[in-house]
């Protein structure tokens, strides 16, 4: 894993769903894995925040689309993770 320019910690797509099913054991790895990359695809589309920025991934397979900030109301990540694309 690695940091990005913005903060993130940089993570693939199998293990963030690792890591999120091991604190969420009730989902099934194939709806995590559906929301990951119906949000994937939005990225890669342009799809934006409605403030402009662009999606945060993971906030956005949960949340909606959405930046981090306006999923989370913090003005950066500290040790959050984004998907590596």
Known sequence: ???????FT???KDAYADRFLKANPSERRGDVVARLDDAI???KAG????CGEQIWIIG????GYGCFTCITGE???????????
């Not at 799809?47 to 409605?50: A, I, L, M």
């Not at 956005?60 to 949340?63: G, V």
């Not at 990540?77 to 590596?84: A, F, G, N």
């Open 1 to 7: 894993m690695t940091r990005t320019k913005s903060g």
């Open 10 to 12: 940089l993570i693939s």
């Open 41 to 43: 695809a939005a990225h």
């Open 47 to 50: 799809k934006r925040c409605g």
């Open 60 to 63: 956005s397979a949960e949340a």
């Open 75 to 85: 003005a950066t990540p500290d040790t959050d993770y984004e998907i590596d694309v």
